[in-house]
């Protein structure tokens, strides 16, 4: 029977120390919850703050694209814009040189018809002489 009250207090104190172990155990285990959830909660800040600044990242990126519309939009008006003026300046040419043209005629016909006057006023002077 002592053998069996030794072996009794024996289990009794295993087992105290296993429920000591256990609670310790139990202790640790709640504190690595808790850690984890503040981590969680950390995370999920974080995870917020991303969403915000990825947000912001599309809205500029949104704004960039209208711009980039805008200076294509005006990049193509101006465009159109210089091909009309250099029809423009191609239209002034053509009458530019058309203007010379008719410049060098006229000089030609100007020097024709002073030689034409010179002729006639030679032929006036003989015909006043002969008459």
């Given at each position: 029977?002592?053998r ?67 200076i ?21 040419d ?24 010179e ?12 008459h």
């Amino acid at each position: 029977m002592w053998r069996l009250l030794k072996a009794i207090d024996s289990m009794q104190q295993r087992l105290r120390a296993l429920m000591q172990r256990l609670q310790e155990s139990a202790g640790e285990v709640k504190t690595l919850i808790g850690a984890s959830v503040d981590q969680v909660e950390t995370g999920a800040h974080q995870i917020g703050q991303a969403n915000e600044a990825m947000s912001g990242i599309a809205r500029g990126v949104e704004q960039v694209n209208g711009m980039i519309r805008n200076i294509a939009t005006n990049a193509k008006q101006e465009s159109a814009r210089m091909h009309e003026l250099s029809q423009a300046i191609t239209e002034i040419d053509q009458m530019t040189q058309q203007n010379a043209a008719l410049v060098e005629q006229s000089a030609a016909a100007a020097e024709s018809m002073n030689q034409q006057a010179e002729q006639m006023s030679g032929l006036a002077r003989e015909f006043r002489l002969k008459h």
